[in-house]
């Protein structure tokens, strides 16, 4: 019986209420607090059991520290934005309470896809005897986790690694985010990047692709090389990794739009002076752009996101494709939120179930292979993300 405070009330985060509400035995209490209260009332009254709701502004740390101490949480799940990491962290380290998010920390002016500054608060959370859970969505998380599933029960070493995340699904619109656009954008348009031989390489943005044939009828489709930031800790977590990857399909669609706005420097993060008022261009393109929660009746089609990984077993070479498939449609009956919402709140979920009920403990800053894998991948399973492996 535990109490957990859920912070953001966007996309991710309505599928975190209720999952946690469909399981009262671990989640006793939910309090739902973001920085528009109406978001959370509106989450809240979906749901077919009380939760509380509160507002806060989770930038400003005496705020969490005081909702903190009124609510009393075992666990803060922070599914509000990468921005909020550090100030929910030190709201946690004040408090003495656990924490877990779902993307690493980002600087507001500088795309970067680090997990140095959360790193940095490994003794501050060993110290108090707290745990940090990074990075428990489905990329960065189950993939994580997919990942250690092989370490453990596939091979002896992992040399090569593709982590392919495909969504072949159709919103209907001209151009949208399946997820919060300012991020969303940040990542594509940032540099791409890979681990290879003991380095990083890197690439312009999207510059490269190739054809990967999706499995149960998704088919070929194009996907590109992107930096993304759960290669950060698993080149240095997995054993022998000689190179790793992560690849993403764009519709031809989206990729225009993209390099239209791009050109136009409407994808800026840098302020510029309008009027005599500071915009920064990507943040008003977000305010243009379709809201990624309202997109969840009309998109249509899968999402597969997997690892593909060669290595050895016994002095034998081994490839196995650990992968998820999740429906758009599916996901909106259960929890009105389209698959990339659900394929991340899932995890979130099962994250603090796993830290809650201790199958996964720790004192520190951990990602998600650190961690014994077969709990986590039980509940995958149970709570609505089954996964399904190929060995070749
Ligand atoms: P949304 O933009 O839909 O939601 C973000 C929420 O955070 C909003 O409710 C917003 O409030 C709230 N928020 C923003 N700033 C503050 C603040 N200062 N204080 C309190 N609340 C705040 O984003 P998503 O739900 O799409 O994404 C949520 C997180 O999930 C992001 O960090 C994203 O990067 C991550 N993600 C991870 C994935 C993975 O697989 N690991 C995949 C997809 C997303 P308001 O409504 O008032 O703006």
Redesign the pocket.
Known sequence: MSRVLI???????QVVVHKCAQVPEVFSEICLA???LS?CERIAAQLDRPIRTAQ????NVAEMVALIRDFKPDLVVN????Y?DLHIMDACLETGVDYLD??NYEPIDEAKFEYKWQWAYQERFREKGLMALL?S?????VTNVFCAHAQKHHFDEIHQLDIIDCNAGDHGKHFATN??PE?NIREVTARGRYWERGEWVETDPLAWSMSYDFPEGIGPKKCYLMYHEELESLVLNLKGIKRARFWMTFSDNYLKHLEVLGNVGMTRIDPVQYKGCEIVPLQFLKALLPD??SLGPDTKGRTCIGCLMKGVKDGREKQVYVYNICDHQDAYREVQSQA??Y??GVPAMIGAMMMLTGKWRGEGVFNMEQFDPDPFMEKLNLHGLPWKEVIF
Not at 7 to 12: E, F, N, Q, S, T
Not at 56 to 59: E, F, H, Q
């Open positions: 912070v953001g009330a966007g996309g991710v985060s973001s920085r528009t978001k806060v502004d989770a930038d599914v509000a934005l990468p909020q779902t993307a990075g969505g489905f990329d960065p998380g997820f919060n991020i990624p929660a990339v919402s394929t991340t």
